[in-house]
Nanobody, 129 residues
């Protein structure tokens, strides 16, 4: 069983930055594709960013960003400490949401929430105008 714990959310002014972290325990982290999703009140869960894992043959998966955040966020992972990060810059009020970390027990990345088996509890990001 994989457990995910997000941190780093908070209140920030428009134009500011935040770095979210997601610490994973259980499973083989390096082989998992990892994703960040967000959900604002009254809206569907939205893909933000994802990073593939490493296949048995050593192939590294892709990195992909949602259209609404491309160019403003960067996802990275540190397999040595089982952690994935989301660096968010030039934040806008419309980025306000609960941000969720998710793990897929396959190395290939997808952008579909239902393909991710494990989810964290979420961390609130609020951007004031």
């Amino acid at each position: 069983q994989v457990q995910l714990l997000e941190s780093g959310g908070g209140l920030v002014q428009a134009g500011g930055s935040l770095r979210l972290s997601c610490a994973a325990s259980g499973g083989t982290f390096s082989t998992y594709a990892m994703g960040w999703f967000r959900q604002a009140p009254g809206k569907e869960r939205e893909f933000v960013a994802g990073i593939g894992g490493r296949s048995i043959q050593g192939v590294l998966g892709d990195t992909y960003y949602g259209d609404s955040v491309a160019g403003r966020v960067a996802i990275s992972r540190d397999n040595a400490i089982n952690t994935v990060y989301l660096q968010m810059n030039s934040l806008k009020p419309e980025d306000t949401a609960v941000y969720y970390c998710a793990a897929r027990n396959q190395w290939r990345l997808t952008t579909t929430a239902k393909d991710f088996a494990y989810w964290g509890q979420g961390t609130q990001v609020t951007v004031s105008s």
